[in-house]
């Protein structure tokens, strides 16, 4: 991957500021898509437009426990990716993912 990309931001997030970027967290662990939205929100330092620091870090927290509600409601009703996929494959996923096959 073009290692310029990973030098710069777009918008109001501080992510190039980062030792590690969120991304490769993700890539690097083949995570699903909704704890990687928890990863990102975790690592960075947005300011929401007209709130200071300790507001913006409580929505940002208020987002997260959102995202950790719809998925505990997925994994209990069946309703995730995971249910249409069988473990083995979900393993290759990962293995390909962290590899940089896929």
């Known amino acids: 991957m ?4 990973r030098k710069h931001n ?3 997030s501080n992510y190039a500021e980062l ?4 991304w490769e967290v993700w ?3 083949g995570i ?5 939205d928890i990863i990102k929100r975790i690592m960075r330092q947005k300011f929401q437009f007209g709130k200071d620091a300790i507001s913006s870090r409580i929505e940002e927290y208020e987002k997260i426990i959102h995202i950790c509600q719809e998925r505990i ?3 209990k009703t069946g309703e995730c ?4 996929i069988d473990m083995q494959s979900i393993e290759k996923i990962r293995k390909a993912l962290k590899n940089r096959e896929i």
Do not use: R, S, Y
Not at 2 to 5: A, K
Not at 32 to 36: K, L, R
Not at 81 to 84: H, L, Q, T, V
């Open 2 to 5: 073009d290692n310029e990309v």
């Open 32 to 36: 699903n898509p909704f704890d990687a």
């Open 73 to 75: 409601n997925q994994l």
């Open 81 to 84: 990716w995971e249910a249409n």
């Open 19 to 22: 030792k590690v970027q969120p």
């Open 27 to 29: 890539i690097k662990n």
């Open 10 to 12: 777009v918008g109001t």
